[in-house]
């Protein structure tokens, strides 16, 4: 369950879905009478070899797990997506109306190239509440360059996050969901099942996809806000609901992220991108940052490793993702990554599998998911505040019950 | 006509004498000299100032001491201690002094503010079963831990000079001089054993104190007293003092009868002169200035500890606030116009300066627009009597907050507002050997122990109701704070919602 920022009306239940998900664990109860105990729930799966994963196998796994959620938000994204615009920022984008479009392209046309743009495909479905978005998605290049990108003094990938930043605060109903390299979100208000169809997510392959399902308990979702939240080629799923927000917040904008989604989960994506994109961080210091041991067992660390632990706790301690979560987050720089990360008590699920053949790895909030859609994957669960990470080429880096830095103290 | 008019007295003091049992006590106890024995009974002279240790020293009970009901005539305007001080300053012709905090109601603005719980959507904690973390650091912060060309962590040039406490809590500068030996020696045990810091105050560092070094903030005010390299080296941080909240503007000034041989050794001047400290410090006209004095502390003490300023809570804090981070304090104290002091000019106790909620609140707010939030430890100070006072001095932005006068009501202080006069029947802000002696070392330590235990027990229970379980998801986090008090101007100012708005 997570806590949503968004100022809107009051909550409507959202209608009684026509389908039950196709297949379960779960047992089918009639619509009316589930209960509604469950939370947040998430999903993803990476091909080890680049291979590619067809949408169906994500939306199996996220449906079967649908008493965690309540209709009113779920999203997909997946990597390895546009092997022929590998190079170009993929900027996706909801717009609520043509003249957010129109204004927007006004704005694309200032700050990047245009390589190639397209509708995104959408079918909308009957048991959805409207009004839908129109879906675009824009292949650019940054003007780098021009003496406007020379003035900003930015880097090609901080120049990018500002132009998201300004769109999506200043461009009234556009939302650019996501402006990574080879890969796309898909999201929306809905269960996960309405979402897979209205994007027909099973038309797309992809070396990694991550899923969300979600439960929020203080609005109706709403599209932007729903997840994978995601910044260039960062997306994160969040399971959680953040009790150190403020605190959170205070750190990303002061180094100039804006939030607009009005939701918690907000602030991890900019975290990540903060610590491990610009402080350049190694992925394990930045999940420690995060979800950093207790000082009684830092006690018991050697030396160096404690003096690490210590310090990141000291400098970075407005990055401390305070309550329960469990989040799964991709990237797709320098290679596909799957990071999987539980708070420091674990008060979220998160399980981990992976198949006989070793190629394909899993991560969900249950194993049901796992095995709905590999019967022979092993099982294992990530110790609390241990980050998993597995790679495209490399293969499972950390199983998340390792030490804590392995490898990162110069 | 008399040339003075008598004061009316402020309260009754009566006897029981059926009760009473002809000991003495109070008589030996009272320091201001109300009591007398004459006829085989206990006569209540004038000057009272409840200070209460007759009262509490009685082996029966016997004395009760009540504010006397009105004697001037009920006026809204001309209220009567408006005219009590007419009357003194016409009599005396001086400015009026008085001590400890500002004594004016409208100025609490922690009662009017509400803490959140966790409910439902995310567990509350208990502390007795689970940890809930309050350590704490002081010091400047690198702002991002560095990385070499081959991706590896590069702690050393990562670490900067840190303290590290087990509590958010400073006890906070109280001079030798304006407290009694005994009263710093159990401030400053007591800081030790909690394993927090202690102010010094201005005016040195006694021989004797050298031990607790490690646990003790060096004070340097403008005069300077007592501060040598060698004192600098041994203390774990070093606060440059600009002003204090009961008095902002004002120096320190501690009468020639109190400059005793032990202070006149600590503060190394002589014998019962007056100890005077400049308003401003006279190297300090600017804040390039200050940035000299910032990196002369931190050359003489060898980088090797944080080097912090205290300013009073004016009404331009914020600005000021971050002019002094850009100068390079390690860490940055604010104190509330509500804080306590020995001796101030009752005019200036009262009526100038801001209240620490909003200071602590802009000042943070101000840091954070600036970029600088990150890099600094924020102190904050001026009446934190509780700790609720404390949790919510926390969540409107301070990493730490200084308490004082708690500390004191702790080992016997009743807030008498008598310090100035300097016969503290509680031997706290005495020099006067027979009432400094009241004091036990040892008890008093173990009282304040005691205080600022239960206080951070009281602040883990409160993060983990929150459902947090660590201090520092606490500073700042002001989402998790309601306003209820009477003005909705004041909340948007600390920029914390009112009552009963939600998240949205
Ligand atoms: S201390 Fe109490 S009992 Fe003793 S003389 Fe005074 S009033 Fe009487
Ligand atoms: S320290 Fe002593 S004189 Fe000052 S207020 Fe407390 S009891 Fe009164």
């Known amino acids: 369950m997570e806590h949503d920022y968004y100022r809107s009306a009051a909550l409507s239940l959202p209608e009684a879905p026509r389908v039950f998900a196709e297949q379960s664990y779960v047992v089918d109860i009639p619509d009316q009478h589930k209960p509604r105990m469950g939370s947040c729930g998430i999903a993803g799966c990476i091909n080890i070899d680049g291979s590619l994963i067809s949408g169906a196998k994500i939306e199996k796994m996220i449906t079967t797990m649908s008493e965690r959620e309540n209709g009113l938000g779920s999203g997909f994204v997946a990597y390895g997506l546009f092997p022929d615009f590998a190079e170009e920022y993929c900027m996706q984008f909801l717009f609520e109306s043509e003249e957010a479009q129109e204004l927007t392209e006004e704005v694309l046309g200032n700050w990047v190239y245009m390589i190639k743009d397209e509708k995104v495909p959408t079918y909308p479905q009957r048991s959805m509440n409207p009004p839908f978005p129109l879906v675009w998605r824009y292949f650019v290049r940054p003007k780098k360059g021009t003496e406007a990108y020379i003035r900003t003094g930015l880097s090609e990938e901080d120049y990018m996050v500002r132009l998201v930043m300004s769109i999506n605060d200043a461009v009234p109903g556009s939302h650019c969901v996501s402006s990574g390299k080879d890969m796309a979100v898909f999201k929306g208000s809905g269960y996960a099942r309405e979402i897979a169809k209205f994007y027909d997510i099973q038309r797309y392959k992809g070396s990694m996809w991550l899923s969300h399902s979600r439960f929020p308990t203080n609005s109706p979702g709403w599209w932007a806000g729903s997840h994978p939240i995601s910044i260039l080629d960062w997306s994160v799923c969040h399971n959680g609901e953040i009790t150190s927000y403020g605190v959170n917040r205070k750190l990303v904008e002061m180094a100039g992220y804006k939030c607009t989604l009005l939701t918690d989960s907000e602030v991890v994506t900019y975290l990540w991108d903060l610590m491990v994109r610009r402080h350049r961080l190694p992925v394990t210091a930045a999940a420690f940052a995060m979800a950093p041991w207790y000082y009684r067992d830092i006690e018991r660390l050697p030396d160096e490793e404690r003096r690490l632990a210590n310090q990141l706790r000291i400098t970075y301690k407005e990055a401390f993702l305070n309550g329960p979560f469990s989040i799964l987050v991709g990237r797709s720089e320098p290679a596909v990554t799957m990071i999987a990360l539980a708070d420091r008590k674990k008060l979220r699920p998160l399980v981990m599998g992976v198949s006989d053949d070793g190629n394909s790895v899993y991560a969900a909030s249950e194993e049901c998911a796992i095995k709905s859609v590999q019967g022979d994957a092993s099982i294992w669960a990530t110790r609390a505040g241990n980050p998993a990470i597995v790679k495209v080429g490399e293969g499972i880096v950390r199983r998340g019950t390792e030490a804590p830095f392995l490898g990162a103290i110069g | ?504």
């Open chain 2, 1 to 504: 006509m008399r040339p003075n008019i008598k004061i009316p007295e402020k309260y009754r003091v009566v006897i029981d004498n059926d009760a009473c049992i002809s000991c003495k006590r109070c008589i030996k106890e009272c320091s201001y000299g109300v009591l007398d024995f004459k006829d085989e009974k206990v006569k209540v002279k004038d000057g009272c100032v409840s200070c209460l240790r007759c009262v509490i020293e009685c082996p029966t009970s016997a004395i009760e001491v009540s504010e006397k009901p009105s004697q001037f005539a009920p006026h809204a305007v001309f209220s009567p201690e408006i005219r009590r001080s007419i009357i003194s300053q016409a009599n005396s012709g001086g400015v009026l002094l008085s001590s400890c905090g500002a004594n004016a109601e409208y100025m609490d603005i922690f009662n009017d503010i509400l803490l959140d719980a966790a409910q439902v959507t995310n567990p509350s904690i208990d502390p007795l079963r689970e940890p809930v973390e309050t350590k704490t650091y002081l010091g400047r912060r690198p702002g991002k831990v560095v990385v070499d060309e081959n991706g590896k962590i590069d702690l050393d040039a990562s670490e900067t000079p840190i303290v590290v406490m087990d509590m958010p809590i400073m006890i906070g500068h109280i001079s030798l001089g304006s407290i009694s030996y005994n009263a710093q020696a159990s401030l400053f045990r007591a800081a030790s054993e909690l394993n927090i810091i202690a102010g010094t105050g201005e005016g040195g560092l006694h021989a004797d104190f050298y031990p607790m070094a490690k646990n003790l903030c060096a004070e340097v005010a403008s005069g300077r007293f007592g501060v040598t390299s060698n004192y600098l080296r041994e203390v774990s941080c070093v606060d440059i003092k600009i002003g204090q909240g009961a008095k902002p503007g004002h120096g320190g000034h501690l009468p020639g009868e109190k400059v005793q041989k032990l202070i006149s050794e600590t503060r190394m001047i002589p014998l019962g002169t007056d100890a005077l400290s400049p308003y401003p410090h006279h190297d300090i006209y600017s804040i390039e200035d200050l940035q000299q004095l910032i990196s002369v502390l931190k050359e003489s003490t060898e980088y090797k500890v944080p080097v912090g300023v205290k300013i009073a809570a004016v009404h331009n804090v914020g600005a000021i606030a971050s002019g002094i981070v850009r100068a390079g304090a390690d860490f940055l104290t604010i104190d509330g116009l509500r804080g306590g002091t020995g001796s101030a000019p009752r005019v200036i106790r009262d009526h100038a300066g801001m209240p620490i909620e909003i200071a602590v609140s802009a000042v943070d707010q101000r840091l954070e627009q600036e970029g600088l939030r990150d890099k600094v430890t924020l102190c904050a100070s001026g009446s934190i009597r509780t700790a609720a006072d404390m949790i919510k001095c926390i969540a409107l932005g301070a990493d730490v907050v200084g308490v004082c006068t708690s500390a004191m009501v702790a080992m016997g202080c009743t807030v008498c507002q008598q310090c100035h006069r300097g016969a503290c029947s509680w031997g706290i802000a005495t020099q006067r050997p027979e009432l400094s002696s009241r004091i036990d070392i040892d008890i008093a330590t173990r009282r304040i122990v005691n205080m600022f235990h239960a206080w951070n027990e009281e602040l883990k229970e409160i993060l983990g109701a929150m459902g947090i379980d660590s201090v520092e998801s606490l500073v700042g986090n002001r989402d998790r704070l309601r306003y209820i008090g009477p003005n909705p101007r004041i909340a948007e100012i600390l920029d914390v919602k009112h009552s009963g708005e939600g998240w949205g």
